[in-house]
């Protein structure tokens, strides 16, 4: 298939690829489907007929989002590299298995996790909110901070190029809100500026409930293309403001992601020990997670489970926050979920 261009949500294409790549036998014929849930990638599931499971991505190059959204392709090739080092540095399990990488072709294949399996995110949504999912989500990343930290040199070397994190992150979420918003412009221009200058640890990027799934009792980590060496607030503000909209959505539950919020901190901080760059840290967390609270509602990539009514809420209420900070990310849950209502029948 040298010179053509593949597209995996072509089947017979995608079967034909794998047994030239002697992925699978000539005469081999597994299942293959497509996977929902990403904007950035061709994803689908391979299984074979002996039961071993695949997920293929393939990285576009316009997303798949109503505005207009570029980012070279290239990118799934961070990912790969991501999958690697963080099965490195984390316990084994917590992330799939490294299986093919295509260069031409933008491909990455990887081991499925197995069934029964669940996204973290629609459990989230349904309201199952369970402390030791949110345990292990801060756990998982303060390890992959500290760890990376304690190897920086070699990571700073392998994630050095911060393109994808410009352009995936930086200009959708924070100067492009800041072009529809225009009383946080200065607030978002202090923000990257300060970003840019915090070059600490490997920073995933796109650390969210989406791109979790649980099984059995543990949390698998996916979705690895934003990795980078870079600021380490921005993974806790990123999903942080996960579980504060959440606390938005659903006011029946809305005391059980704001104690979520705060458990997922703490354990954080448990877990990422004692790094020179704790200093400093919680001040650069709080902006963080305003800064995406309001992207979330006004830049290129709306949550898509707010309504018009609760993104006009959230960005009124981020704003105010945006003008005067709240001193500790405690004061910062509770001030936001005092601004957002309370309407909570928790």
């Given amino acids: 298939m040298s010179g053509e261009v593949l597209n995996i949500e ?14 699978i036998a000539p005469d081999e ?6 996977l929902a849930g990403g904007v950035s990638n061709r994803t689908m599931l391979v299984v074979r007929p002996g039961g071993e499971a695949w997920v293929a991505k393939q990285a576009l190059a316009q997303l798949r989002v109503q505005a207009e959204w570029f980012c070279s392709p ?9 999958l690697r080092w963080l099965n490195r540095l984390l316990p084994a399990g917590a992330i799939p298995d490294f299986v093919h990488e295509d260069h031409n ?9 197995p069934q029964p399996h669940w996204n973290w995110k629609q ?8 402390p030791a999912h949110v345990a292990q989500f801060g756990s998982l990343l303060g390890l992959i901070h500290s760890r990376a930290y304690h190897q920086r040199e070699a990571v700073a070397e392998a994630f050095a190029d911060t393109s994808y994190f410009a352009s995936l992150r ?3 979420y924070y100067r492009y809100t800041a ?24 920073v995933h990027g796109d650390y969210s409930p989406k791109n979790v799934l649980v099984h059995g009792e543990h949390l698998v980590l996916l979705d690895h293309e934003v990795i980078h060496f870079g600021d380490p607030a921005f993974d806790l503000g990123f999903a942080m403001t996960h579980l504060l909209s959440k606390a938005h959505h659903l006011p029946a539950y809305r005391s059980r992601f704001a104690s979520a919020a705060l458990l997922y901190w703490a354990q954080y901080q448990a877990a990422v020990g004692d790094v020179p760059w704790q200093v400093g840290l919680e001040e650069q967390v709080i902006r963080h997670t305003l800064g995406c609270l309001l992207a979330r509602v006004a830049g290129r990539s709306p949550l898509e489970y707010l309504a018009a009514g609760a993104r006009t809420r959230q960005q009124a209420v981020t704003l105010a926050l945006m003008a005067a900070p709240p001193p500790t990310v405690a004061v910062l849950v509770q001030d936001f979920v005092k601004g957002i209502g309370s309407d909570a029948v928790d």
Avoid: N
């Fill in 29 to 34: 014929q597994p299942d293959v489907c497509p």
């Fill in 74 to 82: 290239e990118r799934i090739h961070r990912e790969a590299a991501g």
């Fill in 105 to 113: 072709q933008h491909l990455l294949i990887m081991e499925a996790v």
């Fill in 170 to 172: 930086l200009e959708p």
């Fill in 123 to 130: 459990l989230l949504l349904a309201g199952d909110v369970q």
């Fill in 10 to 23: 072509q089947p017979a294409a995608f079967v034909a690829y794998l047994r030239q790549c002697q992925l």
């Fill in 179 to 202: 072009t529809q918003v225009p009383e946080a412009a200065v607030f978002y221009a202090q923000l990257i500026d300060s970003t840019c200058a915090r070059r600490l640890t490997l």
